[in-house]
């Protein structure tokens, strides 16, 4: 699959879910990609950079914080996810989880989240977990400032 236009097509289950809340409450901390040039615009970019693209082959992942959210961004069968990086059951890194499709499992307890819409598929979770648009640009990997609303 061709990448490089890629753009997660997820929604975000809960509007009012932590991930929000937490990217209104750090809004305006600028924690990725904020380096400032003298002389340069200082506009924030709606995209965090994640790194090269095959950096994130097939089954591999990468994690970084986005307005001090965790986000994961998972490469399953070619195609790019990017979800919140917290279990919604006990806050459990899912970086450290199995996907196998486009489904997570949890390493904690073994919960299971769709990588496609963050929704929980399997207890102990009965929440969702927040998405994040996800694309690739000129062989970069970024994931949007803001979660994916409803
Ligand atoms: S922390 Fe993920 S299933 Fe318990």
């Keep these: 699959m061709d990448t490089s236009e890629m753009e997660a097509h997820v ?8 991930a929000l809340r937490a990217a ?3 809004k305006a901390t600028n924690e990725v990609g904020t380096e400032q040039v003298p ?4 506009a924030m ?3 965090v950079d994640v790194g090269p693209v095959e950096e994130i082959g097939p ?3 990468a994690t970084l914080r986005v307005e001090g959210v965790p986000v994961v961004v998972f490469n399953a069968g070619g195609e790019l996810f990017a979800l919140e990086d917290e279990c919604s059951h006990e806050s459990y890194p899912l970086s450290d989880g ?15 989240f769709s990588l496609r819409t963050g929704e929980d598929l399997a207890p102990p979770a009965y929440e969702s977990v927040a998405t ?5 640009r000129a062989g970069q ?6 979660p994916k609303a409803d």
């Design 45 to 47: 970019s709606e995209w």
């Design 98 to 112: 199995e996907i196998e499709g486009e489904v997570v499992t949890c390493a904690k307890h073994g919960a299971q």
């Design 141 to 146: 990997v970024e994931v949007g400032r803001q």
């Design 24 to 26: 209104l409450q750090h």
């Design 59 to 61: 089954g591999k992942r």
């Design 39 to 42: 002389g340069r615009s200082t």
């Design 11 to 18: 929604r975000l289950h809960h509007p009012g879910g932590r």
């Design 132 to 136: 994040y648009p996800v694309r690739v």
